[in-house]
């Protein structure tokens, strides 16, 4: 018997998923748009896009064929690579 392919036949709770929260940034940031939310309120609405959208690329990175490593720090605030003569 063979293996059932990972997409498109598992992706359906991946993809569901991902419309769910693609929805959820869109309430959550609307109301910034508009102009009618106070400072506190506009970081809560962008913390809870924020969270979504890493929801999203951790369920469809699941089944992605390149997977992408992601590092927070500011490229200016990242250590300089060695040379490749001091590489271990």
């Not at 498109?8 to 939310?37: G, H, K, Y």
């Not at 609405?45 to 369920?59: D, F, K, Q, W, Y």
């Not at 997977?67 to 200016?76: L, M, Q, S, V």
């Amino acid at each position: 018997m063979t293996k059932p392919r990972p997409w498109p036949n598992c992706a359906a709770q991946a993809r569901d998923t991902s419309i769910m929260e693609a929805s959820r940034i869109e309430r959550s940031l609307r109301p910034v748009l508009d102009s009618t939310v106070n400072q506190t309120d506009l970081y809560r609405r962008v913390g809870v896009a924020l969270h979504s959208a890493m929801t999203i690329r951790r369920e469809l990175e699941q089944f992605s064929r390149r997977k992408e490593t992601y590092d927070p720090t500011p490229p200016d605030r990242r250590p300089a690579s060695l040379p490749r003569s001091e590489r271990g």
